[in-house]
C-alpha cells in the first residue's frame, strides 16, 4: 500500500518462499525514503506495527504504539526550546495514522475501539478498509456504514475533526470526506495493460481490480487527503 501511494518503491515487500515466516513483535520498524516529483524533493518516513493485536493476551498492546508517538513530540519540543537550537530540527513527529480495518464485514473489533479511542487523542488518524476488494460492493457499503456508527458510538475522533470547520469551503470539503471514510482501498505496485493503457492494478482470475479507479477502488480519495 506504501509503494502504491507514493509510486515508488519505499517498502520492501516480503522475499518470495518467506511468507508465513516473517517474526510478528509489537516492535515498531520504520524507513526513510526520499521521494522526488518535478524537482521537489520529500523525505517521507513510514512507520509499521508489524504483529499488531496478534498476540493471544493483547492487554495494552497499543502501549508501545503510544509511547512511540509521544516520545517523537517530546523530542522534538526538546529540540524547539533549546537556546541555540539547529536551523533545520529534524522532524520524526508521527503526522498521520493510516489505520487499516480488516474486511470481515462486521463491525470493528473491540481491540479496533480500545485503541482508536486513545489514538485519536495523539495523532490524526484515517481509518481504511483494507484489502477491500475481498467484498462485494453491497457488503463494502454496508461495513462502511457499521464503522461510522461505530466511530460516533464511542466517541473516536478521525480527521478531519471538526475543529477544522471554521470556514465554509473547508466544512463542505471536510464533511464530504467523512462520507467517505473509513476509505475501502486496495493496494498493488504492479501495472497490466488494460484496453491498450497501462494502469494500477491486481490481476485476479475474473479480471483486473484498477487501483485509481473509483469504480473499483477508493484509493484516489485516500492518496489525496494525505498528500495533497
Known sequence: MVNTLFK???????????VGTIAQTLQLHSVTHVIEEKGVKLKLTVTDTPGFGDQINNDK???????????QYEKYLQEEILITRQRRIPDTRVHCCVYFVPPTGHCLRPLDIEFLQRLCQTVNVVPVIARADSLT???RENFR????????????DVYP???FDDDINDRILNSKIRERIPFAVVGADREHLVNGKCVLGRKTKWGIVEVENM???EFPLLRDLLIR
Open 8 to 18: 515508488s518503491k519505499v517498502w520492501k515487500s516480503t522475499p518470495p518462499g518467506l
Open 61 to 71: 498492546c497499543w502501549d508501545p504504539i503510544l509511547n512511540y508517538i509521544n516520545e
Open 137 to 139: 460492493i453491497e457488503e
Open 145 to 156: 456504514r457499521q464503522i461510522q456508527h461505530d466511530l460516533k458510538t464511542h466517541c473516536i
Open 161 to 163: 475533526q471538526k475543529c
Open 215 to 217: 469504480a473499483h477502488c
